[in-house]
């Protein structure tokens, strides 16, 4: 099956089923500052499940566009590395607003899979939340789950949107790619998702939790599912890796061309081919590169996808040439595509233009430096200088260093940061308060290189 016809096979399923087929939505959340990008297929049904919006409906199916670049579910330090992460992705989903709970929602999951998709049932792993007996006995009693193909997990089989939110034990179903695959089922000490790849995961959506961590019970019981389509056309298409499907064939025959280049099976190729996804899709919903919040995630994005090109030699701008194989490939199922190709092609050239002036001296610097090195950690002010001097998003440097086994020196990078805030205030430049601007942006949950990335750009700002 293609991916098109799954994502139609699916969708006609639970139509039948009695849900309501809804329309995708943005990818830039309507009205929560909480996060960061859709990344779920819940998102644009949160307040339903809290109980302050209401639908014509109880029952909804969707395929939803996601990204998962940043904040809770960030999977772009996964892309190039597992056969499975992308960061963006199409999640196929069927909901339940008060109506229906765990036992048909298990079995509409467990009949799509083996009688409409037609998998072998001897393939199929199935996790249940540790504390949940009540989903345990259905998969076992009622549908006939083998006990020996299934194991309770703790944390895996919580599932919550961010840090805030409607959350709530889940059931997962993985599909085992066989022995040529290293690594063992769900919840081994062996398994890191690479055999059992996980491709449907089930939520019982019972709680909301405050920001303060407590969890008080939703109004009405409910169920929110997410299965990855490229997961499932992988196993459809009898393929192991997601890389290897019918909409990243043609991404990655365009990426090699683009760069000059005929290895297809590179990993360079397979992160430039996920990052046009994602660059393109966040720009057809309105997000352009730019030093702050979204649009600094896209330009990290894009960023990273240009420095993988000049990895595998390129030797002009050839991102926005991507482009029209997105058109090509997806172009069926999102028009957008289309119509907004040449401003997609416009933005994604103009960022191009922009960083190739810094990117070769930015790279000859980290390689000198990674050729001195004495340790395995980059020092913190090479980081800096990259990032402030050469437009190196942090993460991109890690990405570099992460290929040669180094690690960063962040303490060393905060600190260099922190004197370039104070030259800044002595020289009467401090024209925002950095801590209102942080606050004023509302994206609570970045972390890490994130949280860094945010201050460093009000530097940024002082500077200009
Ligand atoms: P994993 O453990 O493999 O990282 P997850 O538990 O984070 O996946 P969920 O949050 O449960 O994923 O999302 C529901 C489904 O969406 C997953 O079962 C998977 O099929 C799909 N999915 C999640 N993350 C990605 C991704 N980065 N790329 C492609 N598909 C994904
Ligand atoms: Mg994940
Ligand atoms: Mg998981
Ligand atoms: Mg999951």
């Avoid at 830039?28 to 949160?46: C, E, R, S, W, Y």
């Avoid at 996804?277 to 030093?291: E, H, K, Q, T, Y």
């Avoid at 994130?450 to 002082?462: C, G, M, N």
Wanted: aromatic fraction near 10%.
């Amino acid at each position: 099956m293609t991916s098109a016809e799954i994502r139609q096979a699916f969708l006609e399923y639970f139509s039948q089923q009695g849900h309501t087929i809804v329309p995708s939505s943005s990818l830039i959340p309507g009205n929560d500052p909480t996060l960061l990008f859709t990344n779920a297929g819940m998102v644009q049904f949160k307040d339903v499940f809290l109980g302050t919006d209401k639908r014509d409906y109880a029952r909804a199916t969707t395929s939803q566009r996601c990204v998962r670049a940043g904040g809770k579910h960030n999977d772009l330090e996964n892309v190039g590395y597992t056969a499975r992460h992308h960061t963006f992705f199409e999640m196929l989903g069927n909901f339940s607003f008060g109506d229906y709970f765990k036992q048909d929602a298990i079995r509409f999951a467990w009949t799509f899979l083996t009688e409409v998709l037609q998998l072998p049932k001897e393939k199929l792993w199935v996790t249940v939340h540790h504390s949940d007996d009540e989903a345990e006995h259905i998969w076992k009693n009622e549908i006939g789950a083998d006990p020996q193909r299934f194991s309770k997990l703790d944390e895996d089989n919580f599932w919550s949107m961010g840090d805030t939110g409607p959350c709530g034990p889940c059931t997962e179903i993985f599909f085992d790619h066989g022995p040529d695959v290293a690594g063992g089922p769900p919840g081994s000490p062996d398994d890191d998702g690479d055999r059992y790849i996980e491709i449907w995961n089930i939520v019982f959506m019972q709680y909301n939790r405050s920001a303060d961590g407590n969890m008080t019970p939703l109004p009405k019981p409910s169920v929110d599912t997410g299965m990855g389509l490229e997961r499932v056309a992988a196993v459809l298409q009898q393929v192991h890796s997601n890389y290897e499907i019918d909409l990243f064939v043609a991404l990655l025959q365009a990426a090699a061309s683009a760069v000059g280049t005929e290895d297809l099976q590179q990993k360079s190729l397979r992160v430039i081919a996920d990052h046009i996804r994602s660059a393109c899709f966040l720009i057809i919903d309105g997000v352009v590169p730019s030093n702050e919040g979204r649009g600094y995630v896209l330009r990290r994005i894009v960023r990273r996808a240009i420095r993988h090109g000049n990895k595998l030699g390129a030797k002009d701008v050839f991102f926005h040439k991507l482009v029209a194989a997105m058109a090509n490939v997806m172009g069926d199922a999102y028009p957008d595509l289309r119509t907004q190709r040449a401003n997609i092609e416009k933005i994604l050239l103009k960022e191009e233009q922009q960083f190739a002036r810094t990117l070769e001296n930015g790279m000859s610097i980290l390689e000198q430096a990674i050729a001195s090195l004495t340790g395995q950690v980059l020092p913190g002010d090479v980081v800096f200088k990259l990032y402030d001097t050469y437009g190196f998003p942090v993460d991109l440097t890690a990405d570099v260093a992460r290929e040669q086994s180094l690690t960063l020196d962040m303490t060393g990078f905060e600190a260099e940061m922190e004197q370039q805030r104070q030259r800044a205030r002595a020289a009467g430049q401090f024209a925002v308060d950095y801590n209102e601007q942080i606050h004023l942006e509302g994206e609570t949950q970045f972390t890490g290189y994130e949280a860094l990335e945010d201050r460093s750009k009000v530097v940024a700002l002082i500077f200009k």
